[in-house]
């Protein structure tokens, strides 16, 4: 099929993109890496009278570091790029390792990382990473910015706290304390596919190797990701063992609320919320290739 007639513009600079947003904001969609949205208009599933074309304003793309050793990276950033960059894979590597499950290369040549936490589907990837790393996004309007954590932008299936008139211009990923480790799991149909359910986690350690804190975010699993901090409290001020990272995922599981659909059943997902977080919280403390309990 073919999308229904629309005007289209592509502004060179943020500020005229959000002019015309401003004009425009009951009608008109923004273009990013387009993965979600041609599939949309093709289907005809939405009819905007115009099309906004980010991918030609410089300012909305690139990763950088701030003087406070944060990553800041602009929403027009390809996933692939974040996937390559030696920078993020040095100072940030959860992001680095978890980009290879989004979809497929050809995809990530072109999928945009504001593109997807704008989609904001509940079993991708972004969402999740961003809320695990504690990331905060700004949003930019014609009357200025602001600023939202990432556990506050997600608010359910499709659902983001941007206003009609705001664009996702920038997702700060605050820098990582020594003795941070960290975990990704998720399970799919095929490598590539959307999660059933994922997992990524965060866990600091101090000198004697005891967790100081541990940050755990399930997805795939609810109508957005979710931090368990019962699960994450469990584990501090332990050294962490195989007892611990069992508990703390008999604790996640206990705490997710879990969905059905024609992927799978909730109670299918509960279990694998349990052995997802093992995994991650194994994979983190450099045990997974202890973790042999369920399925491979």
């Known amino acids: 099929m073919k999308p229904p007639a629309f005007e289209y513009a592509a502004p060179a600079t943020l500020e005229e993109a959000l002019a015309l947003f401003e004009a425009n904001s009951d009608s008109a969609k923004l273009l ?3 993965q979600s949205l041609v599939p949309v208009l093709n289907l005809r599933l939405a009819s905007p009278s115009l099309l906004i074309d980010l991918n030609r304003i410089p300012a909305l793309s690139g990763i950088s570091r701030a003087e406070d050793g944060s990553l800041v990276v602009g929403a027009m950033t390809r996933h692939r790029a974040l996937e390559l960059s030696k920078p993020v894979q040095e100072t940030h590597p959860l992001i680095h390792a978890a980009t290879a499950y989004i979809a497929h290369v050809q995809i990530r040549n072109r999928g945009t990382i504001g593109g997807s936490l704008c989609h904001a589907d ?5 969402p999740a990473i961003c809320v695990a790393c504690e990331a905060e ?3 930019a309007s014609a009357a200025g910015t602001r600023t939202v954590a990432a556990e506050d ?7 983001t706290a941007l206003a009609e008139n705001e664009i996702l211009a920038s997702i700060r990923f605050p820098a990582w304390p020594a003795g941070r480790r960290w975990g990704f799991q998720e399970l799919s149909r095929r490598h590539g596919d959307f999660a059933i359910v994922g997992v990524a986690c965060l866990l600091d350690m101090d000198g004697q190797e005891r967790c100081t804190g541990a940050r755990i975010v399930v997805f795939g699993a609810g109508d957005r990701p979710a931090v368990v901090a019962e699960a994450g409290l469990s584990l501090a001020g332990k050294t962490i063992g ?3 990272i069992s508990e703390a995922a008999r604790i996640a599981a206990a705490h997710i609320e879990t ?12 279990e694998l919320v349990e052995v997802l977080v093992r995994r991650a919280l194994s994979q983190a403390a450099g ?3 202890k973790d042999t309990k369920g399925t491979k």
């Open 32 to 34: 990013a890496g387009g």
């Open 287 to 289: 045990m997974m290739a």
């Open 137 to 139: 996004m700004t949003l």
């Open 259 to 270: 969905r059905s659909d024609h992927h799978a059943s909730a109670e299918y997902r509960s």
């Open 153 to 159: 932008f997600s608010l359910g299936v499709y659902t």
């Open 122 to 126: 509940p079993a991708a990837e972004w």
């Open 242 to 244: 195989q007892g611990a």
